[in-house]
């Protein structure tokens, strides 16, 4: 594909694509996009996300939902040729779902964010990449940076695919940016909780809720001592958005 003009850019940005736009936090930005953006494009293979959380936006004639894989790089340069701008949340998530399947959730996030990234490049078009906190990996030296040093776990430990993948996408970005002039941003999402998240992947809140529910003992992880941050997903799509738009 040859390249095209820049994105035009604040009000005049009409299109937005959205890979993995029908998962947990996806759907929310999708909401939020939708009274935005004159139309909002979902690219999902609902592996682990659900149509039923597009239902009702989806009511509203600007947003339409693509059932497609990232590793498919014809359709992505199609739908990306077509956006101004992409927001990038398509990956294999939850510790239990990439140590269950470590192959299947390295490849697909690789190659699907080395295809979304590189069209994103090709066509100018501005993309937001959601990063996690795993990325800090092992490091428990207290507050962190987002330069700070790495600590990571043996690669022989299946959990460390998700980590890995998403470093990968990091260091694309950056290097898109630097060397091509790409306009990407990367975020690093931290526990995001809210309606529409489910326990099926291990999410800690999700599970909690459940078992208490339920009358049962909640899971607890080694001695119980260690500590963990929660972010509303309300917060994080405002963040998201802000973080896109700066």
């Given at each position: 594909m040859g390249e095209r003009a820049a994105r035009p850019a604040g009000d005049e940005v009409k299109h937005a694509l959205v890979t993995g736009g029908a998962g947990f936090i996806g759907s929310h930005l999708v909401d939020a996009l939708a009274t935005r953006y004159e139309r909002v494009t979902v690219l999902d293979d609902l592996s682990t996300g659900d149509s039923d959380n597009l239902r009702s936006v989806m009511r509203g004639g600007g947003v339409e939902l693509v059932e497609g894989s990232t590793i498919d790089s014809e359709a992505v340069d199609a739908l990306m040729a077509a956006a101004d701008a992409c927001y990038h949340l398509a990956s294999a998530v939850g510790v239990q779902l990439v140590v269950s399947?470590?192959?299947?959730?390295?490849?697909?996030?690789?190659?699907?964010?080395?295809?979304?990234?590189?069209?994103?490049?090709?066509?100018?078009?501005?993309?937001?990449?959601?990063?996690?906190?795993?990325?800090?990996?092992?490091?428990?030296?207290?507050?962190l940076d987002e330069e700070s040093d790495r600590l990571l776990g043996s690669p022989f430990k299946a959990r460390w695919c998700y980590e890995t993948s998403k470093a990968f996408g990091e260091c694309l970005a950056h290097s898109l940016h630097r060397e091509r002039g790409a306009p990407m941003t990367v975020v690093r999402l931290f526990n995001t909780v809210g309606p529409r998240q489910t326990g099926r992947y291990g999410m800690v809140v999700p599970t909690f809720v459940r078992q208490a529910l339920e009358g049962r003992p909640l899971t607890v992880y080694g001695d119980g001592s260690q500590t963990r941050c929660f972010a509303h997903v309300s917060d994080s799509i405002r963040a998201i958005l802000q973080l896109m738009e700066m």
């Open positions: 399947n470590p192959l299947d959730s390295l490849l697909k996030n690789v190659r699907g964010t080395d295809n979304v990234m590189g069209a994103a490049a090709r066509h100018g078009t501005p993309l937001l990449f959601t990063s996690t906190s795993e990325v800090y990996g092992k490091n428990s030296s207290g507050a």
